[in-house]
């Protein structure tokens, strides 16, 4: 799967995020190492800080599933913005090299990869 589809598969997987408290949908899609894709989104709650962001959503989907080696994921949201600290750590555990696509509700995304999000990280190898 390319750059282009995985995005896509962000951007339709954001359609289900339930955010009625910030009204900031996120979407994420996850591509492993095999070429299968989880989508996850961020669901609040009315006790906010019980909030579960997009990307983790994705990740603890995957693993539930049995994958742990991931190549890429797209990050979709209305300005493009950048995964938070708690999500870089936990894409971290599962390697630094997976590329991160954040893309905005329209137009070009930006690419990374974990390790650029999370210099000098603390990881299992640590
Ligand atoms: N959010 C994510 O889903 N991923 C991030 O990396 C940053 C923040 C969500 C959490 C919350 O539901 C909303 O965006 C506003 O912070």
């Given at each position: 799967m390319d750059a282009p589809e995985l995005v896509?598969?962000?951007?339709?997987?954001?359609g289900n995020a339930y955010a009625p408290y910030s009204d900031y949908r996120v979407g994420a899609a996850l591509l492993t190492d095999d070429g299968r894709v989880f989508t996850g989104v961020n669901v609040e709650n009315a006790s906010y800080g019980l909030?579960?962001?997009?990307?983790?959503s994705a990740i603890f989907t995957a693993v539930a599933a049995g994958a742990r080696s991931f190549q890429a994921?797209?990050?979709?949201?209305?300005?493009?913005?950048?995964?938070c600290g708690a999500c870089r750590q936990v894409l971290f555990e599962f390697g630094g090299n997976t590329i991160v696509y954040l893309a905005p509700a329209?137009?070009?995304?930006?690419?990374?990869?974990v390790?650029?999000?999370?210099?000098?990280?603390?990881?299992?190898?640590?």
């Amino acid at each position: 799967m390319d750059a282009p589809e995985l995005v896509q598969r962000a951007r339709d997987a954001r359609g289900n995020a339930y955010a009625p408290y910030s009204d900031y949908r996120v979407g994420a899609a996850l591509l492993t190492d095999d070429g299968r894709v989880f989508t996850g989104v961020n669901v609040e709650n009315a006790s906010y800080g019980l909030t579960v962001c997009a990307e983790r959503s994705a990740i603890f989907t995957a693993v539930a599933a049995g994958a742990r080696s991931f190549q890429a994921i797209a990050v979709a949201t209305e300005d493009g913005a950048s995964c938070c600290g708690a999500c870089r750590q936990v894409l971290f555990e599962f390697g630094g090299n997976t590329i991160v696509y954040l893309a905005p509700a329209d137009g070009a995304w930006k690419t990374t990869t974990v390790a650029n999000l999370l210099p000098e990280a603390f990881g299992p190898d640590a």
